[in-house]
């Protein structure tokens, strides 16, 4: 599915669908899509992206990097992809950034 194309109220609704199935990982990926796509994040934690780094979030997929593979199981997290105002692109995961007030131009 491509969360971007949708609106925040299907999102709400898709989020709302998968919890009460169950299966909270993925309703835990349309939370977090929500809370930070589209939006201006610094990273503030990590090790391979420097600390202070601010952009605008254009991707958000869970992995999983365990020997097991299933994005949806409890070794899973989320990542994303931040663009910088100068055009580098860098990954992260979504746990190591913030929410910036002030929003990218």
């Known amino acids: 599915m ?4 949708m609106t925040d109220e299907e999102l709400l609704k898709l989020q709302t669908v998968f919890t009460a199935r169950g299966n909270l990982n993925a309703a835990t990926e349309i939370s977090e899509f929500r809370e930070v796509f ?3 994040v ?3 934690k990590g090790r391979k ?3 202070g780094t601010t952009g605008k979030c254009f991707w958000v997929k869970r992995y999983d990097y365990s020997c097991y593979g299933d994005p949806w199981g409890i070794y899973s997290n989320t990542r994303i992809g931040i663009r ?5 692109v860098f990954f992260t995961s979504f746990d190591n950034v913030i929410i ?3 929003e990218y131009v």
Request: hydrophobic share 15%; no cysteine.
């Open 2 to 5: 491509k969360y971007s194309e």
């Open 38 to 40: 589209g939006k201006t």
């Open 42 to 44: 610094e990273v503030v």
């Open 49 to 51: 992206v420097p600390k």
């Open 84 to 88: 910088t105002p100068d055009g580098e």
């Open 100 to 102: 910036k007030e002030k």
